[in-house]
């Protein structure tokens, strides 16, 4: 019902910048909340942030809060992740998913883009 596709990954030295965008498909995109998560090599997959329906209401995991800016536009059915200050360890798949809200899980997600940052 919902496809997400994620961009604006690359290669970034560190202190540096990258925006991360989902764009999805969903006529319902509106409704669902949505988060991004992301999995380095040897590393289990971690939750990074996630933002209501309406953009009202965000959450980030300590590791990059106050670097990392999570928003939506929903008339363009897009979500983004503004990622400042990266570091190394920020390096990773990172993916973008959706759930409605009271849902358990989140049950679509895109592909995945690749966030590499150098020393």
């Known amino acids: 019902q919902v496809q997400l596709v994620e961009s604006g990954g690359g290669l970034v030295q560190a202190g540096g910048s990258l925006r991360l965008s989902c764009a999805a498909s969903g006529r319902a995109f509106s409704t669902y909340i949505m988060g991004w998560f992301r999995q380095a090599p040897g590393k289990e997959r971690e939750f990074v942030s996630h933002i209501t329906w309406s953009g009202g209401s965000t959450y980030y995991v300590d590791s990059v809060k106050g670097r990392f800016t999570i928003s939506r536009d929903n008339a363009k059915n897009t979500v983004y992740l503004q990622m400042n200050s990266l570091k190394p360890e920020d390096s990773a798949v990172y993916y973008c998913?959706?759930?409605?809200?009271?849902?358990?899980?989140?049950?679509?997600w895109g592909q995945g883009t690749q966030v590499t940052v150098s020393s």
């Open positions: 998913a959706s759930r409605r809200p009271g849902a358990p899980d989140y049950a679509y």
